[in-house]
């Protein structure tokens, strides 16, 4: 029985006679493990209740869109891996296919496959890290150690594939970094095979646990109205019940070649959100088995864009030709055309955009980046009020958001 | 289009006493603690590297064992967090690759800036610069962590050549039909 609190004599009371308490503001973050990076939380609060809630953003700021307008479009490749962190492969493709859209380039069929697949594994790499980060907010400890140990066997296909675990810069404009090695789809393939029932064991440890329910079930509630309002995209979009997924409704890179369903929520709590990104594991999966069984041969990159992607190596070595256009490249950047180019790819945490200006050349003029992460923020002073600090933590990790790309 | 909505079914009371899932959990440690290790005793054991990976930059000799890079400077040009500084320099018109007619006099790569993205690598029209497999850089002072051209060509070493084409030109400029 816990022992009622007796208010001193001296303690104010407001206008019907009820003690009041003083209303104390606290900050959480920007060191904070529950608060996923560097985002800082200006609290209100009236005991353990949220009365008010100020994302406090920027501490991450590098001035990426700034920095795009000072080099060529194929030297920015690296610094998309810097946005969202947790899915660099997914970063570069939205990127390359901004620029390529804006020269009207279409890639070859296997070069399309090979962004798919890479995308969906980003997308599983991000929302297994998604998950363990979550379960850990919670509680759980052994998720983040499972969901791990997943994450590391993806870790070393992307090492395979681009020659780094986490900043892949994998694309170029108007291709790839390189084509994939031997074998390489055949091992993704293994992995399928062998993810799906970890995944179930990992989400079985959590989806039926009361523990955990009752920390998620009716917490932090977003209306489909909501959402939308706020521009939330992603999971926690389709958390709220809304079936928007760019991957569908506007597909790219062979998009509607594929067959997956998109999982949604009733009613836009915590664990309608955590059920959603379980679910999209599993549909990505279905993808990258369909992807690799009619993966196609032929080339990778857009072999007639010679002002766009570089000829092949052994060309520049020994042809004077291909030499000069190299240097042409590098030193000039991917020739665009002038004009404006606005491209969203389905990121495993929202809607990525690109929104490029180009007066022609190989620098963008302007280069804005819609993050996921950043809008997705923007529904907390609305959706953290009225819970408790705890429910604080519980709605962070359920937003699932990256401070890389919400401060860029 | 399919959307599927996930389902969230109330708890039943068995699953509201909470026991089956301590059953379901011990079953799950009980079975990752039988399994084989997951994780790797590091220094000790390592990783193994897979072809292409991109390590320290390095610069490298060719078979012959001339120093392949020219001094283009495409590299310093591309490298986005400016890592690279290059001093040009002449070949000695006596030296045996007098033809090649530059080298760099002095090479710096800082690995305090360098983020290991090959764009170098990429670009170079030479195959002088290689990002290897050495992925620990350590130092005590900043001046440590800049690799100056013998640090780097003691990284590098000399990798196998397809090409030759420097003395292919000088076959050709011998035999009289250079261009
Ligand atoms: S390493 Fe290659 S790109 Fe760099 S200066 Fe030397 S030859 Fe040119
Ligand atoms: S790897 Fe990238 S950052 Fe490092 S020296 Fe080469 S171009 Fe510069």
Known sequence: MPTEYTFPDTAAKNATGEFETEKMSLSMGPSHPSTHGVLRLQLELDGEMVTKCDPVLGYLHRGDEKIAENMTYNQFVPYTDRLDYLAPLANNVAYAIAVERLAKLEMPPRCQAIRVIICEMARISAHLLGLGAYGIDVGAWSIFLYTFTEREKLYKLFEELTGARFTTSYTRIGGLQRDVPEGWTAKVDAFCDQFLPILDEILSLLTRNKIFMDRTVDVGIISKADAIAYGLTGPNLRGSGVPLDLRKDKPYSGYEQYEFDVPVGAKGDCYDRYLCRGEEMKQSVRILKQAIAKFPGGDWYAKDAKKIFAPPKDKILTSMEELIQNFMLVTEGPQMPAGEVYFEAENPKGALGFFIVSKGGGVPYRLKIRAPSFCNLSILPKVCVGSLVSDVVSILGSLDFVMGEADR | ?179
């Open chain 2, 1 to 179: 289009m399919a959307v599927i909505p996930v389902s969230r079914k109330p708890l039943t009371l068995l699953e509201r006493t909470y026991l089956p899932q301590i059953a379901g959990g011990l079953k799950t440690t009980l079975k990752h603690f039988f399994a084989p290790k997951d994780t790797m005793e590091y220094p000790e054991e390592r990783p193994a590297i897979p072809a292409g990976y991109r390590g320290v930059p390095t610069l490298v000799f060719d078979p012959h064992g001339r120093e392949k890079c020219v001094s283009c400077q495409l590299c310093e040009f591309v490298c986005p967090p400016k890592a690279i500084r290059i001093t040009p320099g002449e070949i000695a018109a006596d030296a045996p690759t007098a033809h090649v007619e530059k080298a760099p006099k002095e090479f710096e790569i800082d690995m305090l800036r360098c983020i290991y993205c090959g764009l170098c690598q990429e670009v170079c029209p030479e195959e002088a610069i290689w990002l290897q497999n050495v992925y620990t850089t350590s130092g005590y002072s900043r001046a440590e962590l800049v690799n100056n051209k013998q640090k780097l060509y003691e990284l590098g070493g000399t990798l196998p050549d397809t090409h030759f084409k420097w003395d292919k030109k000088k076959a050709a400029e011998e035999g009289g039909n250079a261009h």
